[in-house]
Every structure is written in structure tokens, then in C-alpha cells.
């Protein structure tokens, strides 16, 4: 017993100091701008500041390929040039509607280009960066006109502006990144971690859930996040896989977004597994996984018994089934889980208000479906 609660004890002083709420351990806020707003001197507020940096890299591409700002904000853009083929390259910010016509002069510049650094002439250009050579750094600094709207971001050297370009909101809804039309198609498929590969496994931080997740694009159009600190499922959504980013180009410790709302969310602090008869289970330890197939097969342990779990789609897209091996238990297993938005049935047993009790030969190998009931 004592060993029992001093492991409890150490679980608990391992929890990050931040949690006000034991599941959702991540900062709340997801890092959707990288506008920081300047601390209040006084009584005057002054106007928003904007810091930006983004990297010119290689196959012509702006990284990020999008940001927010607001109409007034001063907006500092740190470029740096990290094409590793060597290509020199500038940024161009255009008002909204006037990236093909900023595109279509600089490529009629011809033997004028080089002299202008391949920027034409044009009221449309709101900023600009001088040339920068490979390996080149530079800062400009502009103000976001008063209109709201989509400013264009290119490269202006010939042959570029048609795949090299961005886009700045301001003042104006950012879709979702698999949906934006305003950023090359590579730049949105660069952002989603296995590039729109499905099945597709990635360890990230994601958002209402615990520091170690994982989140999984299943074959079809489901996708998942599963907390490794609590070796359960956290929720499902369906569309689009994660957008990462905001974790790539910070220090690494951003959480990624997920583009949809969930369909189902585990309940909060509950664990869906409980050894009967064997007193109340301490916290379930992860000990690892496996890809097989492009999927994960989770390894944890439950009061001294092996877990093996792989989370697959039901037919047709219909929800997912939670495939789970537990060979060698002792004692009746209970199971419970939320209903939220789903149906739930299992292989053996049978669901009672949520709750299930499978014999120890039953546990060894059963399957929990959650079928997705809202409307679609
Ligand atoms: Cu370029």
C-alpha cells in the first residue's frame, strides 16, 4: 500500500505546475498569430506591433506562407534566406487582389531587372525587401493599411512569383491552412506533419490534451489524438489532419491545431479501464509503441496488467473501433467510457449505461466501437 501511494504521490508532483485543469495540461491558448501587442505605457496606447519572421527555403517557398495582423499595425518582417540551392530571392507585400499583376510586370522587366532587383514599378507594392543573396538576413518594416483584407506576399524574381508567395490577414478570418486559397498548395501540405499521407502517426503537443500526444491520420477521413501521459484517446475529429505550423516555427513546444471540431472527447479524468476486484487502480503507466501497418499499437500497463491498443476506422468511415489485447489478467476487466456524440458497442460483453465487464478470457482480445451520431 505504501508503495502504491508514493507512486501516486510521485505521478501527481510530475504533472506540469501549470494544469489548472488536470486534462488539459498545454497552454490554453493556441498559437494562432504571432502578433504581440505592446504593453500599455501609461495612459496612451500605442499602436500593435507585429514580428514576424519568415524563411525563404528551398523548391520557392515562404515559410510561414501566412501570418495575422490587424489594419494600423507596424509590422517587422525578419527574412532570412536559407535556400540551400542557392537562389537569391526578395519579398514583395501587394495591397489585396494584385499578386498576378505584380507577378506578370516583374517577369516583362527582362533586361531592366537586374538594375531594380526585379522590383517593378507599381502602387500596388506597399513594402519591400532589398535582394537577398543565399544566406542573406534582412528586416523591413511596414504598416498595415487602414482597409482590412488579404495582402499578397511574393518573391519578384523571374520565374518565382508564380509558386513563391504568401498571404497576410489582416483584419480578416484565417481559414483553416488545408483550406486557404491564398498560399501555394506545397505550402499547406508542408504544414500538415506526413505531408496528407494517411495513415500517418506524429508525437506532438496538441491541445486539450497532455504534453505527450500523438496524433493519427487514419486511411479515409478520420484522425485522432491519444495522450501517451494518460494512455487514452482524447478525441476524434473528422477532415483534415493537423496544421503544425505554428510547432514548427516556434521553439517546438507550440501546440499544433486541429482544423475541426471533435465529434467525441473522452470525459475528463476518467480512465475507460479498471481491473475489478484488485482495488483502485493506479495511474496507468505507458511503456511505448509500435507502428505496424502505419498504425500505432499502444503498450501501456494497468495495475500490473499489459495493455495492447490500436485504434482503427469502423467501415465506412462510420467511427472507430479501439482494438485491445490485454493477455494476461487476473480479474474481470471494467470498461466505461462517455458516450458524448457516439454510439458504443463492443465485441463481447455488452455496453450498460456506459458501462461494460468483461471476463478475463473476453478481455484478452476485445474491440470497442464508437459510432459517430451527429449529423453529417
Ligand atoms: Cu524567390
Same mark, same amino acid.
Given at each position: ?22 486534462? =488539459? ?59 540551400? %540551392? ?68 511574393? $518573391? ?23 483550406? #486557404? ?10 504544414? %500538415? ?20 500526444? &500523438? ?9 485522432? $489524438?491519444? #495522450? ?97 489485447? &490485454? ?16 454510439? &458504443?458497442?463492443?465485441?463481447?460483453? =455488452? ?12 478481455? =484478452?482480445?476485445?474491440?470497442? %466501437? ?7
Amino acid at each position: 500500500m505504501k508503495l502504491a501511494a508514493s507512486f501516486l504521490l510521485l505521478t501527481c508532483a510530475a504533472a506540469p505546475a501549470f494544469a489548472a485543469d488536470p486534462d =488539459a495540461p498545454n497552454p490554453p491558448t493556441p498559437p494562432q498569430s504571432t502578433a504581440t501587442a505592446t504593453p500599455k505605457p501609461g495612459k496612451t496606447a500605442k499602436k500593435k506591433q507585429v514580428k514576424v519572421k519568415i524563411a525563404m527555403r528551398d523548391g520557392m517557398r515562404f515559410e510561414p506562407p501566412r501570418f495575422v495582423a490587424n489594419p494600423g499595425d507596424e509590422v517587422s518582417v525578419s527574412l532570412e534566406n536559407a535556400d540551400s %540551392t542557392h537562389q537569391p530571392h526578395n519579398f514583395l507585400v501587394l495591397l489585396p487582389g494584385k499578386r498576378d499583376e505584380v507577378v506578370k510586370q516583374s517577369l516583362e522587366l527582362g533586361d531592366k531587372g537586374p538594375a531594380q532587383e526585379f522590383i517593378p514599378v507599381n502602387p500596388a507594392i506597399i513594402a519591400h525587401s532589398a535582394l537577398l543573396n543565399p544566406e542573406g538576413a534582412k528586416t523591413i518594416h511596414f504598416t498595415m493599411p487602414s482597409e482590412p483584407g488579404i495582402y499578397p506576399f511574393i $518573391c519578384s524574381m523571374p520565374g518565382h512569383g508564380m509558386i513563391m508567395y504568401g498571404a497576410i490577414y489582416s483584419g480578416v478570418k484565417m481559414p483553416a491552412l488545408s483550406e #486557404d486559397q491564398n498560399i501555394p498548395p506545397m505550402a499547406a501540405q508542408v504544414a %500538415t506533419p506526413g505531408g496528407g499521407r494517411r495513415p500517418f502517426a506524429q508525437r506532438i503537443f496538441m491541445p486539450n490534451s497532455g504534453p505527450a500526444s &500523438i496524433a493519427v491520420a487514419l486511411p479515409g477521413n478520420l484522425n485522432y $489524438c491519444w #495522450d501517451a501521459g494518460q494512455c487514452r484517446l482524447r478525441y476524434t475529429w473528422r477532415g483534415p489532419f493537423i496544421d503544425a505550423s505554428a510547432h514548427w516555427l516556434g521553439n517546438g513546444r507550440e501546440l499544433a491545431s486541429v482544423p475541426k471540431e471533435p465529434w467525441w472527447s473522452a470525459e475528463k479524468g476518467k480512465f475507460p479501464l479498471k481491473i475489478a476486484d484488485a482495488g483502485p487502480s493506479p495511474a496507468a503507466k505507458f511503456l511505448g509503441y509500435k507502428i505496424a501497418a502505419g498504425l500505432p499499437e499502444f503498450h501501456y500497463e494497468v495495475a500490473g496488467a499489459e495493455v495492447f491498443e490500436t485504434i482503427t476506422p469502423a467501415p465506412g468511415d462510420t467511427g472507430l473501433v479501439l482494438h485491445y489485447r &490485454i493477455p494476461k489478467l487476473a480479474h474481470p476487466l471494467e470498461f466505461s467510457l462517455a458516450p458524448a456524440n457516439a454510439k &458504443i458497442a463492443s465485441s463481447a460483453g =455488452a455496453f450498460d449505461s456506459g458501462n461494460l465487464r468483461l471476463t478475463p478470457s473476453q478481455a =484478452a482480445d476485445f474491440t470497442v %466501437t464508437l459510432t459517430d451520431t451527429t449529423p453529417r
